[in-house]
Nanobody, 117 residues
Framework: QVQLVESGGGLVQPGGSLRLSCTASGSIGSFNVFGWYRQVPGKQRELVANITPQRTNYADSVKGRFTISRDGATYTWFLQMNALEPEDTAVYYC????????????WGQGTRVTVST
């Protein structure tokens, strides 16, 4: 089993920054995709950014403002969020899955990000 623990959410004013972290532990295999998703009430969970074995991907709405990165020596990855907007308010979830449709797929517990004055 794999456990994901997130940290770093909170309240920030528009234009501010936050950094989310996620650390995975347990029986982790290879060919992983490290991701961040977000969800607001009444809407589907959406991909914010991920790192696959081949590339890094971003949602159009966060390009140029958010940066996903990972610590190559550990199973920890980050989401640096700059120039935050009220529309970024959501619960953010980290995700670890194998780059294989039959592989595992694990989620963090979620951390709330609120962008407001």
């Amino acid at each position: 089993q794999v456990q994901l623990v997130e940290s770093g959410g909170g309240l920030v004013q528009p234009g501010g920054s936050l950094r989310l972290s996620c650390t995975a532990s347990g029986s982790i295999g290879s060919f992983n995709v490290f991701g961040w998703y977000r969800q607001v009430p009444g809407k589907q969970r959406e991909l914010v950014a991920n790192i696959t074995p081949q590339r890094t991907n971003y949602a159009d709405s966060v390009k140029g403002r958010f940066t996903i990165s990972r610590d190559g020596a550990t199973y920890t990855w980050f989401l640096q969020m700059n120039a935050l907007e009220p529309e970024d308010t959501a619960v953010y979830y980290c995700n670890l899955r194998q780059h294989d449709p039959f592989g595992y797929n694990f989620w963090g517990q979620g951390t709330r990000v609120t962008v407001s004055t």
